[in-house]
Nanobody
Framework: QVQLIESGGGLVQTGGSLRLSCATSGRIYSSYVVGWFRQAPGKEREFVAIKRWKTPSTIYADSVKGRFTISTTNTHVYLQMTGLKPEDTAVYYC???????????????WGQGTQVTVSS
């Protein structure tokens, strides 16, 4: 069974950078999709970026396009975040699922989340 463990969150000033890591264990089918989602206090979980596990295909939310980059290795999913803004503050989750979708409910496997806080 696939398990996901995120790390790399923290406190950063506006304009700063962070790289989130998601360590995977278990077999992820090559056709599967991995992604990053986030949830701010009092808000619903939202899509940030997704990528097919074994191909370069990616989709980014408009709010992060040009600032965030999702990438994968054989064992990890990364989210490189630059130009961070206070509105990027949230708990960030790594997720895995069979469909190339941006809707969180389509994802069946989730990590525990890592907090990102951007100070103004």
């Amino acid at each position: 069974q696939v398990q996901l463990i995120e790390s790399g969150g923290g406190l950063v000033q506006t304009g700063g950078s962070l790289r989130l890591s998601c360590a995977t264990s278990g077999r992820i089918y090559s056709s599967y999709v991995v992604g990053w989602f986030r949830q701010a206090p009092g808000k619903e979980r939202e899509f940030v970026a997704i990528k097919r596990w074994k191909t370069p295909s990616t989709i980014y939310a408009d709010s992060v396009k040009g600032r965030f980059t999702i990438s994968t290795t054989n064992t990890h999913v990364y989210l490189q975040m630059t130009g961070l803004k206070p509105e990027d503050t949230a708990v960030y989750y790594c997720a895995c699922g069979p469909a190339y979708e941006t809707i969180p409910s389509h994802y069946t496997i989730w990590g525990q989340g890592t907090q990102v806080t951007v100070s103004s």
